[in-house]
């Protein structure tokens, strides 16, 4: 009975990740469907066709360092896979969880349904998203800091109490950052959750942590910024400042993908005067570049690996049906 209950258990678990599939594509459904086609169509073709292409190639680059993500948590438990594979899983997990929200969840039952079929015990698989989830933990430490020098003043509100706040977010920022860092170096000993091992990451991974999770901001920031540059005048250095703290708000909201909370906090922090209608229109350019079509081309594959893995098992059993029939003709 505790056989079956648990292989009930796993099954539900890989399914789960194509219910989480289908909720990432609910909720930016539900997010766009506040405009018309129209309206959805002007903000876009009001982008030039160059600004457009560049911010396909930089949100074509942030997918690459979300990938990196499974790169690193392999070589984190010490296993080898294909690149495919592991590109593959990461950028179906996180086109997923950065609509669905929740990400060690939803990219998590993704990841479980893939490596499972490659052979991946669950523990191993839970080390994987555990430490996914600290490399971006750790970047947004590092994001966090670098957005509070950057981002301008009035972003933290007129009264001495939000630019408290944000200092001592900013001040354990900087305290978590040393503390991962100083345990990388000295601290050796593994911890032990469940019966599930985990050990600290050398100094070097952590480095490469916070340098791929900062990668990734960063070629999503250049999706927005080259949406929004025809429209307005703003230096790289501002911008990026004002993204990091709206982007890294609105994944701590736990609202799926930010949804709204990045808008608005965008549009207030944001330094001037600008057409408020144009700078939606960019964020909604921003949405459909690299929410919407990674979404999209993620089930596409999806689907085309689920059903050549169909095709498949199907070509197995059929070839198994006859060898039995022609063995059984013998006798």
Request: aromatic residues 18%; glycine residues 8%.
């Amino acid at each position: 009975m505790a056989g079956k209950t648990k292989k009930f258990l796993k099954k539900l678990i890989s399914w789960a990740g194509l219910f989480f599939f289908a909720v990432a594509a609910y909720m930016l459904y539900m997010q766009l469907s506040k405009y018309s086609l129209a309206e959805i169509k002007d903000a876009l073709f009001s982008i030039p066709m160059h600004n457009l292409m560049l911010a396909c190639l930089a949100s074509l680059g942030g997918y690459v360092a979300l990938s990196s993500y499974d790169y690193l948590a392999l070589r984190y438990i010490g296993r080898k896979l294909a690149p495919w594979k592991w590109i593959f899983a990461g950028f179906i997990g996180f086109s997923v969880s950065n609509n669905a929200g929740h990400a060690i969840v939803s990219g998590g039952t993704i990841r479980y349904r893939l490596y499972t079929r490659w052979r991946f015990k669950g523990s191993e698989i839970v080390r994987m998203v555990t430490f996914s989830g600290f490399t971006y933990l750790v970047a947004c430490f590092f994001l966090i800091i670098v957005g509070f020098f950057l981002t301008p003043n009035h972003a933290f509100g007129d009264g001495s109490v939000s630019r408290l706040t944000t200092e001592v977010v900013t001040l354990v920022s900087a305290a978590g950052l040393l503390l991962y860092f100083w345990a990388s170096l000295f601290y050796k000993k593994p911890i032990i959750i469940k019966e599930v091992e985990f050990d600290i990451p050398s100094f070097r991974m952590a480095l490469a942590q916070v340098f791929i999770g900062a990668a990734d901001i960063l070629m999503a920031s250049l999706v927005l910024y080259f949406s929004l540059t025809p429209f307005m005048t703003i230096s790289f250095d501002v911008f990026m400042g004002v993204f990091i703290i709206a982007q890294v708000l609105g994944v701590f909201s736990q609202v799926p993908g930010g949804l709204g909370v990045f808008e608005g906090l965008f549009m207030y922090i944001i330094p001037g005067e600008h057409n408020q209608a144009l700078l939606f229109g960019a964020l909604i350019a921003y949405r459909i570049i690299y929410y919407l079509l990674p979404l999209l081309l993620s089930f596409v594959v999806l689907s085309s690996y689920e059903g050549y893995l169909r095709f498949v098992k199907k070509q197995q059993l059929d070839r198994l049906r006859i060898f039995n029939a022609e063995k059984m003709h013998k006798l």
